[in-house]
């Protein structure tokens, strides 16, 4: 079993829709958890941290469910701009963070 | 203020060749970080630096790499010999904090490395 699985992608959606993507991960040790989104040929880059308690970010809520070692991410009223590849990211019980393969989303008009 | 910095952007070179790759991170993070991303794969973790320490380096997958950060400064990552498998794009992160909730790591744009 990988250490973080997510969606496969890609998701195709309509400007306006609300999307959601789904992540497992392995290690019970793991403590922090973290969405990156990575934009074509760029470098991924920090969305949102996700908190125990849920927490939201304005069209973006993002939930931790330790029990079942499950993440989630909500976009609501999705932007053509959302167009990217959203990574979910662990931060084991070592130093290293583990990346997910990234889930694609495709936002259009 | 200036980001991670990675140079070169590209490179190709010839199997057998000799490639280093340099990481200049954000200016006072201790945390130096390198990534790797092989084609349809995910993003890998390389090894971590503490300044100029090794505080990780789990993720190095042979010993034809070699990184340093000499000064805690600046890290290089050296591929000797470089092989076809090697080609990927190489990622460097760096962060003030580490072990810690909530713990930013910022990317570098990366090098994007081809073995022919």
């Known amino acids: 079993r990988k250490e973080v699985e997510q969606d496969p992608g890609p998701f195709n959606v309509p400007e306006g829709a609300t999307v959601a993507f789904n992540c497992t991960y392995s290690n019970s040790a793991s403590q922090s958890f973290f969405w990156y989104r990575q934009d074509c040929r760029k470098e991924p880059k920090l969305l949102m941290s996700?908190?125990?308690s849920g927490n939201e970010d304005g069209r973006f809520t993002a939930q931790l469910n330790r029990a079942s070692q499950y993440i989630s991410l909500l976009i609501r009223d999705s932007k053509l701009s959302d167009s990217a590849t959203y990574l979910c990211v662990v931060l084991g019980a070592g130093t290293a963070l583990i990346f997910g393969k990234g889930t694609t989303l495709s936002v259009s008009s | 203020e200036a980001g991670v910095t990675q140079f070169p952007s590209h490179s190709v070179i010839e199997k057998g060749q000799t490639v280093t790759l340099r990481c200049d991170p954000i200016s006072g993070h201790d945390n130096l970080y390198w990534y790797r991303r092989v084609m349809g794969k995910e993003i890998k973790f390389l090894l971590h630096f503490v300044k100029e320490s090794k505080q990780d380096e789990s993720g190095m997958p042979n010993n034809r790499f070699l990184a340093e950060r000499t000064g805690g400064t600046y890290s290089t990552l050296k591929v000797q010999p470089a092989e076809l498998e090697d080609s990927g794009v190489y990622f460097c992160a760096s962060s003030q904090d580490w072990g810690r909730l909530n713990t930013e790591a910022f990317f570098g744009q990366g090098t994007r490395l081809t073995v022919v």
């Open positions: 996700v908190y125990s």
